[in-house]
């Protein structure tokens, strides 16, 4: 069979899976498996658009890709983007045979895409993206990531010099990617707020001690776990100096000002989004869009609310925010948000899985996870719920929080009662995307009756 009908298939094949897939309503990867076992090379024999860029790293890639897709969108270019979530190989390979006609060529102008931090060594040697967007590194599903290093040399590994790197100043992390290199680097950075702390709520901390001569960093302040405004002890090392700067964030507003002429509406008043509002500002204004008009398009954007929601129950305020199991950053920004309201609270804390891609139930991330940050508040109830409910409740109890005030039930079905009748003050629901519809839905039911 010749190579040319060999593509065409392999093609056709996938967008007849793709198909398949969005009648059943199912599968962001199979399309691209299908077309790989038809043609093992077909990856390579895509015709990509002028520019290329990936997102990657532990937490916010798939909301900043898609702020950047939006964008670009928004003012008027053609844009492809995994935006099904598949952000493995064969993920990555449905969005590019979904863009593309039967001759592999994407009709597009801008291609983005989230990318797995440890598939890109396999995606990027094929698709050299001209801008990777990296926005962090961190512990995360260690039975398949192992340690955090690991991770970040798999990312060095597919780097190359051409690639134009995006990172966050405020990370002393990340420049372990690029010290001692020759990498051309645009920074964003944030200044400090009222919720910037002088010493760092989280015990979770990836770096402590410069990556140049080993001696300990000193913080002015932090944001978050190890990032904030950083200097080495000791030698030269300390906060690289950012292109687009954020300053006098309103969370109340979701207001954000970038190099003090800028003013961007977030789409969620939370820490991790001011950040991933930041790496998709700057990406895109590195690819020379309008810097007006990006603050713009980003602050008229209409989100689906997929990773927060925030509603009023019984004249009580409802905070639904979806952690990423086995990843104690997503559930400690989820505290740090809690962190910032006073109040009687109520916490809802669970999932009904830790992992989809393998069997392991693995638990060690629970330990890093700053649970002792509720000590500090009024707490009414802690609900525990789903299959590690026991393990959540003692880690909670190692945390210091009164054992009275902690309640496990086998799903969020027979913890109802207790969630709706039983407690008060404010309700904070930290939980995975399995309970979060099931978990709306409940309390907007209640609330009719």
């Known amino acids: 069979m010749g190579r040319g009908i060999m593509k065409k298939l392999s093609i056709l094949a996938g967008k007849g899976v793709l198909w ?46 898609k702020m950047i897709a939006e964008v670009y969108k928004k003012l008027g270019y053609k844009v492809a983007h995994n935006y099904r979530e598949g952000n493995l190989e064969y993920g990555v390979l449905t969005a590019l045979i979904e863009y593309s006609n039967l001759n592999g060529e994407m009709d597009a102008d801008v291609l983005v895409l989230e990318v797995d931090e440890r598939y890109t060594k396999i995606v990027f040697p094929i698709l050299k993206p001209e801008v990777v967007v990296i926005t962090n590194i961190s512990r995360d599903q260690p039975p398949r990531q192992g340690h955090f290093d690991l991770v970040l040399e798999d990312i060095k590994k597919a780097l190359t010099k051409d690639m ?12 372990k990617l690029v010290l001692n290199e020759n990498y051309k680097t645009t920074y964003y950075s944030l200044d400090k707020t009222k919720q910037s702390t002088k010493v760092s709520l989280s015990g979770n901390l990836n770096i402590t001690h410069c990556p140049k001569c ?77 810097l007006n008009e990006i603050s713009e398009a980003i ?20 905070y639904v925010l979806n952690t990423k199991t086995e990843n104690s950053s997503t559930f400690n920004h989820a505290l740090m948000f809690l962190n910032r309201n006073k109040g009687l609270k109520t916490v809802v804390l669970g999932w009904n899985v830790i992992s989809l891609r393998y069997k392991y139930n693995d638990l060690s991330w629970l330990y890093d996870i700053d649970f002792e940050i509720l000590n500090k508040h009024e707490i009414d109830r802690i609900i525990c719920i789903g299959i590690n409910r026991y393990d959540l409740a003692t880690r909670l109890k190692y945390s210091g929080i009164d054992p009275k005030k902690i309640f496990v039930y086998e799903n969020l079905e027979k913890a109802r009662g ?23 839905k409940m309390l907007r039911e209640d609330d009719d009756k």
């Open 20 to 65: 398949l897939g969005d009648k059943l309503n199912r599968g962001s990867s199979l399309p691209g498996q299908v077309s790989k076992k038809i043609d093992k090379d077909i990856m390579k024999k895509i015709k990509l658009p002028k520019h290329v860029i990936a997102v990657t790293g532990s937490c916010g890639k798939g909301s900043t890709s």
């Open 214 to 290: 080993g001696k300990k960093l000193d913080y002015d302040y932090y944001h978050f776990e190890a990032i904030g405004k950083f200097k080495c002890s000791k030698c030269s090392f300390k906060n690289p100096k950012s292109l687009y700067n954020g300053s006098k964030v309103n969370y109340e507003k979701r207001e954000l000002m970038i190099n003090d002429k800028y003013k961007v509406i977030f789409p969620f008043d939370t820490l991790y989004c001011v950040y991933n509002t930041l790496a998709a500002f700057t990406t895109l204004a590195y690819m020379k869009l309008d």
């Open 418 to 440: 207790a969630i709706t009748k039983r407690t008060k003050g404010d309700i904070y629901a930290i939980i995975n995307f399995n309970y979060m519809n099931d978990f709306n």
């Open 299 to 318: 602050s008229n954007m209409s989100y689906k609310q997929k990773n927060f929601n925030t509603y009023t129950y019984k004249n009580r305020n409802v």
């Open 164 to 175: 134009h790197l995006i990172l966050n100043a405020d990370d002393p992390y990340l420049q």
